[in-house]
């Protein structure tokens, strides 16, 4: 009895451990929302698409966060609202509005399955009417 409990034990360890490393865009909008670069930092890849009103490049992982942690700074996070996501093929999308202090953003997030994480590689800030 007690191999099996420790068989069931081992094997619901590894199972949760398989996911513990999965972020899903939820998790990412959640961060977005807050204006939390902390905590999005831990979503970002490697290198990361960045567009913005008045610019747009590919960044690594540390210089994207400046770049973000630049735009929350200047644009104080109050909302963001999610009007459209999807997945396909180990991808997945969304569509928002972010709300700030300075107006309204349509943001857009994209995450790619990279390994075992999805990771976010682009995100697009386009200013809104």
């Known amino acids: 009895m007690k191999n099996h409990l420790g068989l069931v034990l081992i094997a619901s360890s590894l199972f949760l451990f398989s996911f513990a490393n999965f972020f899903t865009i939820d998790d990412v909008a959640t961060a977005i929302r807050s204006g ?3 905590q999005l930092s831990g979503y970002l890849d490697s290198r990361v698409d960045i567009t913005m009103p ?3 490049d ?5 210089q994207a ?6 735009f929350f700074a200047t644009n104080e996070v109050q909302n963001f609202r999610v009007k459209h996501k999807g ?6 999308f969304c569509v928002g509005i ?7 953003f ?6 790619k ?10 995100i697009r800030f386009q200013a809104t009417q």
């Not at 972010?98 to 309204?104: A, K, S």
């Open 36 to 38: 939390n670069i902390s």
């Open 54 to 56: 008045d610019k747009a």
């Open 58 to 62: 590919t960044y690594s992982k540390s």
């Open 65 to 70: 966060e400046m770049v973000i942690r630049d």
């Open 87 to 92: 997945e396909s093929a180990g991808s997945e």
């Open 98 to 104: 972010l709300q700030t202090r300075n107006g309204n």
């Open 106 to 111: 349509e943001t857009t997030l994209y995450m």
């Open 113 to 122: 399955q990279k390994g075992d994480k999805q990771l976010l590689q682009e």
